[in-house]
């Protein structure tokens, strides 16, 4: 008894694992463990023996007891600790998913764009991103084989279906089937074959038309809401009218505005000059009322490009990355 007393109080100290600690329990306390054959072995005993034997058996057995339950203790705080300490969770690298929501550059510029125009009385139009032929050059004064074709790198479909290169057909569209007066704006997304640092296969426009009965509308009318548009859009700018070339408009003209980064001076991004192409429009050209079956009206429009306001707003130079859905990037604005 005394060797096994000392077998248990040394054993305890080594005992590193509950599967020890089990293994150990078996091998004292377990069916054919050491001390349960020492119990079993009292009935060979006489009387007076037996009683004090067992009494030592059973001092012996709650001294195992004793220590078995804190080793028991010990080990079960160590391997708990052990598992926290393993299974540990960072939660703060999910801080993402926490952020609030918020819209895209692109979005929060058409917005302010369209708020403009909803408040100047015009309605808003949409048209079909697959358009035909017809509404997406013929009509707008570009007939087949017409040089200015080659301006807009078309994805075609079969059957001379094609992505839309622009939002004009929408002007089309929305002149069959209004009548006067019209004053739409047309936002929506446009397609080309394009892929650099200042253009995206995938663009936004905003188309704008405005038709009334002849002599009733004029370049002066688009001169004054353009102006206004874009010192609401730009600021304190300066807004210069310029003579181009557009087939559905005669006469037609881009409209810049003063250099936003160098107030005019001069600089990189305007190439210099001290002004920043934005827009184009014109007086709608009779032969696209004549492919539409109007006659006397006159009419304005003009079309603009969302990315390059948004590029120019918060000064980004890749227009790309407005597309690469990067949180990181998007939620700046
Ligand atoms: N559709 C032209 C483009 O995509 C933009 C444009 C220019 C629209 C003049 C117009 C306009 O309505 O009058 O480049």
Not at 160 to 181: A, C, K
Not at 218 to 234: G, P, Q, V
Request: glycine share 6%; with cysteine; proline share 3%.
């Amino acid at each position: 008894m005394e060797k096994l007393d000392n077998e248990i109080q040394r054993s305890f100290d080594t005992i590193k694992t509950m599967e020890q600690l089990e293994t150990f329990r078996i091998h004292i306390i377990g069916k054919k463990g050491k001390l349960t054959t020492y119990f079993s072995a009292l009935r060979d005993l006489d009387e007076v023996s037996k009683k004090s034997v067992a009494q030592k058996l059973n001092a012996l057995k709650s001294t195992f007891e004793t220590l078995y339950e804190e080793k028991k203790q010990i080990l079960t705080t160590l391997e708990l600790n052990a598992k926290l300490e393993q299974e540990y969770i960072d939660v703060s690298l999910f801080n993402t998913l926490h952020s609030r929501s918020f819209g895209h550059p692109i979005t929060q510029v058409l917005d302010r764009i369209i708020d403009y125009f909803v408040n100047m009385s015009f309605s808003i139009q949409s048209g079909p991103l697959v358009e035909d032929d017809f509404h997406n050059f013929e009509a707008l004064n570009l007939p087949k084989f017409h040089p200015a074709r080659d301006m807009q790198d078309t994805f075609y479909f079969k059957d001379s279906f094609l992505l839309r290169t622009h939002t004009s057909p929408v002007q089309i569209r929305t002149m069959e089937s209004h009548s006067l007066p019209i004053r739409v704006i047309a936002p929506g997304s446009v397609f080309r074959r394009d892929y650099d640092l200042t253009h995206s296969p995938m663009f936004h426009q905003v188309e704008g038309l405005v038709v009334d009965e002849a002599g009733k509308i004029s370049f002066a009318n688009l001169k004054f809401i353009l102006e206004d548009f874009l010192r609401y859009i730009f600021g304190d700018v300066r807004v210069r009218f310029r003579a181009s070339f557009f087939p559905f408009t005669e006469p037609s003209a881009e409209v810049d505005i003063s250099c936003v980064f160098c107030d005019g001076a001069g600089c990189r991004v305007c190439s210099h000059t001290g002004w920043l192409e934005v827009l184009g429009c014109g007086v709608v050209h009779s032969n696209v009322f004549k492919a539409v079956g109007y006659e006397n009206v006159s009419g304005y429009a003009f079309g603009l490009g969302v990315e390059r306001f948004a590029m120019l707003l918060h000064r980004v130079n890749d227009l790309r990355s407005f597309f690469e859905t990067d949180l990181r990037v998007l939620e700046q604005f």
